[in-house]
């Protein structure tokens, strides 16, 4: 019989804060518990008020929690692509068994000799992605284990970000009582299962249009390949409405979401619907035409720095096309809008998930699917990390600790995790 594993995902973004419980079983992911709050205290992906953001963690979870009968203890926690590094490394090994199989130890070794390089103080390692392994001189391995060979050799990008930036996420993750699991970039894990096999090979632009800042990931020959943040997002349509129809940001919100359209040409003129004006008892009637219009402009300047951002990534060509995902998609003829701004082909990805089935939860399903991945890759059996996932939740406090933390220790030593620096951060 399999045993189903449980993850725990944390999505901190600039609009709202998303907890997602998720259960894996042979491979198929069935979410149960679902948390999603408006967030405060962040800006543009960045923290700028703690309490406020350890408030929001708290509230996200606590919903989650209500769901499941659960409580939550260690979370899989996606960091934002502001200000990321991207930088090729290489590392090699001798094998070092007699018989010269390579092994989980030889594995465990070319990762962390490909994390001896020079990193600027005010930088942290987030992760390291493997390009190919290479055993004496056949490249393109995907898996070396079990291979006989003398040296082993990894080409891999790795992966920094701002010190200041990461530690602060974790400073409010620690206290919201939380024990962070794993980190990963957001558009890494949510990218690797949005796109198809073919986009992933051919060169396609996954774009996630979020609240306060647009994410631009570019993947191609099944790689990660390059990614960059525009500071313009969902929340810029909503106070272009705030201010042009005179209403509170909050009714702006909702206006947006009721009865917004992206595509001039095919919104409606017919019906009409009233508008509250800050400081009068009156209410203004306007048309799905006239505020999209509004939101029209704002996201035609969005898909235009978008083709800037193409241009100076010296991407010239894109034959997968792009695909669109965050909160904002859900805007009707957004789709239209960006097939014709961009000039090619577009898609939405929406989780194919009971519970999850909009766009804004592609990140939160993205790293729970790359944590099971990397578990599966790296021989984490269900059955422990099962028991890992239950007595954080359930039973905190039981002996059952310990055997999660050697859990823990085991696949540490396989990845070669650099992310754990926070371990230590904050004695």
């Known amino acids: 019989m399999n045993q189903s594993t449980t993850y725990v995902s944390l999505d901190i973004g600039s609009s709202s804060v998303k907890v997602l419980i998720g259960e894996v079983d042979s491979g198929s992911l069935h979410v149960i518990g679902v948390g999603n709050v408006q967030s405060a205290g962040i800006r543009k992906g960045t923290i700028i008020d703690i309490d406020a953001t350890v408030q929001s963690i708290r509230k996200a979870v606590e919903q989650a929690e209500r769901m499941t009968g659960m409580q939550i203890r260690e979370v899989i926690l996606g960091v934002p692509a502001n200000g990321v590094h991207l930088q090729d490394v290489k590392g090699v090994v001798a094998v ?28 942290e390692i987030v992760n390291i992605i493997p390009k190919q392994f290479i055993v004496d001189d056949y490249d393109e391995i ?50 690797t299962f949005a796109l198809t096999e073919d986009e992933m090979n ?3 632009a996954f774009i996630d249009i979020g609240g306060g ?10 790689r990660f390949m390059s990614t960059t943040v525009i500071p313009v997002g969902g929340d810029h349509i909503t106070k272009d409405l705030s201010i042009i129809l ?5 009714q702006a919100r909702k206006i947006k979401h009721q009865f917004g359209h992206a595509f001039y040409d095919d919104a409606s003129d017919d019906e009409l619907f009233e508008v509250p004006v800050i400081g009068a008892d009156s209410k203004d009637q306007y048309s799905q035409r006239y505020i999209s219009e509004i939101i029209g402009v704002r ?20 034959p997968g096309g792009v695909v669109l995902t965050g909160g904002t998609t859900k805007l009707e003829g957004i789709l239209q809008l960006a097939r014709h701004v961009l000039k090619t082909r577009v898609r939405i990805h929406t989780p194919e998930y009971i519970g999850v089935r909009e766009p804004m939860y592609s990140t939160a399903v993205g790293l729970i699917r790359y944590a099971n991945m990397e578990d599966s890759y790296f021989g984490i059996s269900a059955e422990s990390q099962s028991a890992a996932a239950h007595s954080d939740m359930d039973y905190p406090s039981t002996p059952k600790k310990k055997a999660t933390v050697q859990n823990k220790e085991k696949k540490s030593s396989f990845m070669s995790k650099t992310k754990k620096f926070f371990d230590g951060f904050f004695e």
């Open 213 to 222: 800042s647009t994410t631009i990931t570019v993947f191609e020959d099944n």
């Open 202 to 204: 051919h060169g396609t």
């Open 142 to 191: 995907k898996d070396p284990r079990g291979m006989i060979g003398v040296r082993l050799e990894l080409d891999g990008t790795l992966i920094t970000t701002s010190k200041t930036l990461v530690h602060n996420i974790l400073r409010c993750v620690e206290r919201a009582g939380l024990v962070i699991r794993e980190i990963y970039l957001q558009p890494l894990a949510a990218g």
């Open 96 to 123: 070092n068994s007699e018989n010269r199989e390579i092994t989980d130890d030889d594995l465990s070794r070319v990762m962390k000799s490909a994390q001896v390089m020079s990193v600027p103080p005010d930088r």
């Open 299 to 318: 996201l035609e300047e969005l898909f235009d720095l978008v083709l800037e951002e193409f241009y100076r990534m010296g991407i010239r060509d894109l």
């Open 246 to 250: 005179k209403t509170p940001t909050e």
